[in-house]
T-cell receptor, first 113, second 115 residues
Framework: QKEVEQDPGPLSVPEGAIVSLNCTYS??????FMWYRQYSRKGPELLMY????GNKEDGRFTAQVDKSSKYISLFIRDSQPSDSATYLC?????????????FGTGTRLTIIP | EPEVTQTPSHQVTQMGQEVILRCVPI?????FYWYRQILGQKVEFLVS????????KSEIFDDQFSVERPDGSNFTLKIRSTKLEDSAMYFC?????????????FGPGTRLTVT
């Protein structure tokens, strides 16, 4: 079983729709959950992070973590064509000296004008 | 806004040659990383570096790889004898303090092509 699983898509939605992106994981040591956005041939750009379970909102973006189900989500409201990118989930344990991020494969998202 | 920079953006080398990839982390950051992404695959951790020594490394980071912080601003990844399978995007990242794995900022990457 992979440590982090993410549906690669592609996912296409019309402009203005709500987008739901998800990841599942198997490692119960993960405590920090991040979402990155990556444009083609560019570096991952940190969107937001969440510690442990719960929700976090930042503008049009909402991140949710359900540790009991080992399931995380990113919701994008009022999606825009500029949101078209690959979205990567990433996770890490809360452990000094063990700072590495474990990534999902990424979901390619296209917002259709 | 401060950002991580990497040079070169694209490096082409022949198999067996040595390459050095360079990174300038965000200036007040203390923790540095290298990741790679083979085309079409996920981003994979290579190594983390703190206080002038390797903190953690993955199975990928074998004896052919080394990292160095030669001065107060640069952070380098050296591959001693490149193989075809080393072709990938290499990303440098930095975070401000120990324990802030959730706040890693990535550079634009260096695309390494080994022929």
């Amino acid at each position: 079983q992979k440590e982090v699983e993410q549906d690669p898509g592609p996912l296409s939605v019309p402009e203005g729709a709500i987008v739901s992106l998800n990841c599942t994981y198997s490692n119960s040591a993960f405590q920090y959950f991040m979402w990155y956005r990556q444009y083609s041939r560019k570096g991952p750009e940190l969107l937001m992070y969440t510690y442990s379970s719960g929700n976090k909102e930042d503008g049009r973006f909402t991140a949710q973590v359900d540790k009991s189900s080992k399931y995380i989500s990113l919701f994008i409201r009022d999606s825009q064509p500029s949101d078209s990118a690959t979205y990567l989930c990433a996770m890490s344990a809360w452990d000094f000296g063990n700072e590495k991020l474990t990534f999902g494969t990424g979901t390619r998202l296209t917002i259709i004008p | 806004e401060p950002e991580v920079t990497q040079t070169p953006s694209h490096q082409v080398t022949q198999m067996g040659q040595e390459v050095i990839l360079r990174c300038v982390p965000i200036s007040n950051h203390l923790y540095f990383y290298w990741y790679r992404q083979i085309l079409g695959q996920k981003v994979e951790f290579l190594v983390s570096f703190y206080n002038n020594e390797i903190s953690e490394k993955s199975e990928i980071f074998d004896d052919q790889f080394s990292v160095e912080r030669p001065d107060g601003s640069n952070f380098t990844l050296k591959i001693r004898s490149t193989k075809l399978e080393d072709s990938a995007m290499y990303f440098c990242a930095s975070s401000p303090v120990l324990g802030s794995s959730y706040e890693q900022y990535f550079g634009p990457g260096t695309r390494l092509t080994v022929t």
